[in-house]
């Protein structure tokens, strides 16, 4: 039976391998830096950070790409990989929010090692105007339609404050953008066919201050009792 091509329409990829992908992607270019051409699933998979099973499983839905006794070529099953989520191409990207989180997005170096170039950085506050952040000269929020329709952008960023983050969304589907990452503290509504990450900091931090205060009461429950003196009389 011959394995479907990576573009087969037909053949469904569960997401919880989707978001597993840029993983692997990432440990893959991490064993290529230090100059590794073959790597075995066990060792891809402690440098991503899963069980080789489920490593296995994941790729298993790309094609056959590993030999057996030699294991994966880092280089091709890294290029497989790209092609599968789409970053052998360069995704034009627009940032709505222009604030300090919009500002360390803007100069973050990794979107385009990663295959997404930043071509418009947008703000509603018209003293923002002009200002040159990361080579990239602020505009007014008006400009979004013309700006998409001269990139052909379908990727928004929205790192606006929470009140202001739906009317983007609103304003970025109703022009043709069909993908949003989401940094604001809030939850958008949009229609279906539409694709939405969120990526909320202060909830990732609560979730580990869970786990430290189940640390830290762990440790008491653990903790020896010291002996209490005996007061009585001899």
């Given at each position: 039976?011959?394995?479907?091509?990576?573009?087969?329409?037909?053949?469904?990829?569960?997401?919880?391998?989707?978001?597993?992908?840029?993983v692997?992607?990432?440990?893959?270019?991490?064993?290529?830096?230090?100059?590794?051409r073959?790597?075995?699933?066990?060792?891809?998979?402690?440098?991503?950070?899963v069980n080789?099973?489920k490593?296995?499983k994941d790729?298993?839905y790309?094609?056959?790409?590993?030999t057996?006794?030699?294991?994966?070529d880092?280089?091709?099953?890294?290029?497989?990989?790209?092609?599968?989520?789409?970053?052998?191409?360069?995704?034009p990207?627009?940032?709505?929010?222009?604030?300090n989180?919009?500002?360390?997005?803007a100069?973050?170096?990794?979107f385009r090692?990663?295959?997404?170039?930043?071509?418009?950085?947008?703000?509603?506050d018209p003293?923002?105007s002009?200002?040159?952040v990361?080579?990239?000269?602020?505009?007014?929020?008006?400009?979004?339609?013309?700006?998409?329709?001269?990139h052909d952008?379908?990727?928004?960023?929205i790192a606006?404050?929470?009140?202001?983050?739906?009317?983007?969304?609103d304003?970025m589907?109703?022009?043709g953008?069909?993908?949003?990452?989401?940094?604001a503290?809030?939850?958008l509504?949009?229609?279906?066919?539409?694709?939405?990450?969120?990526v909320?900091?202060s909830?990732e931090?609560?979730?580990l201050?869970?786990?430290e205060?189940?640390?830290?009461?762990?440790?008491?429950?653990?903790?020896?009792?010291?002996?209490?003196?005996?007061?009585?009389?001899a």
């Open positions: 039976m011959t394995a479907r091509s990576s573009t087969d329409p037909a053949r469904v990829i569960p997401e919880a391998t989707v978001a597993r992908l840029p692997y992607l990432r440990a893959l270019t991490a064993l290529a830096d230090t100059g590794i073959t790597c075995s699933s066990e060792d891809l998979a402690t440098a991503a950070g080789s099973a490593l296995r790729l298993s790309l094609g056959s790409y590993g057996r006794g030699v294991g994966y880092v280089d091709y099953l890294r290029y497989q990989i790209a092609r599968e989520i789409g970053v052998t191409q360069d995704w990207v627009v940032i709505v929010g222009i604030g989180l919009g500002h360390a997005l100069n973050y170096s990794g090692s990663r295959g997404f170039r930043v071509v418009a950085l947008l703000d509603a003293s923002l002009g200002e040159i990361a080579g990239v000269a602020v505009r007014p929020f008006d400009e979004l339609e013309a700006i998409v329709h001269d952008v379908a990727i928004g960023v606006t404050p929470a009140s202001a983050a739906q009317d983007v969304a304003r589907v109703a022009i953008i069909t993908s949003i990452l989401n940094f503290p809030s939850v509504s949009v229609p279906e066919g539409v694709d939405v990450r969120k909320d900091l909830i931090l609560q979730i201050a869970y786990h205060q189940r640390k830290a009461n762990g440790a008491e429950a653990a903790a020896p009792v010291a002996p209490v003196a005996d007061g009585g009389a």
